[in-house]
């Protein structure tokens, strides 16, 4: 029997092409090593986006660790790359 209840806390599966901004993903950074509390902001104009595996060479988390964040606005959203 399929987990209807506990499926939307599941990270995403790894078919659906995902990016980051790299803007925010940067400043997320700059944050975390000066200390303060990052909170989102506007989009870029035009953003420059990063891939899973880009975005977890430059961040020492886990992709679950990521996903976690995500879902409590702790880290930037991912955007979806394709319709």
Do not use: N
């Not at 990270?11 to 909170?39: F, N």
């Not at 060479?57 to 394709?82: A, C, D, G, N």
């Amino acid at each position: 029997m399929p987990d209807t209840l506990g499926s939307s806390r599941r990270p995403p599966s790894s078919t659906t092409a995902v990016g980051w901004i790299e803007q925010e993903v940067d400043e997320w950074l700059h944050c975390q090593i000066r200390g303060k509390a990052w909170m989102p902001g506007e989009p870029p104009i035009h953003p420059v986006l990063i891939r899973k595996a880009e975005l977890l060479r430059r961040v020492p988390l886990s992709y679950v660790t990521i996903w976690k964040m995500e879902q409590q606005s702790r880290f930037p959203k991912r955007v979806q790359l394709t319709a």
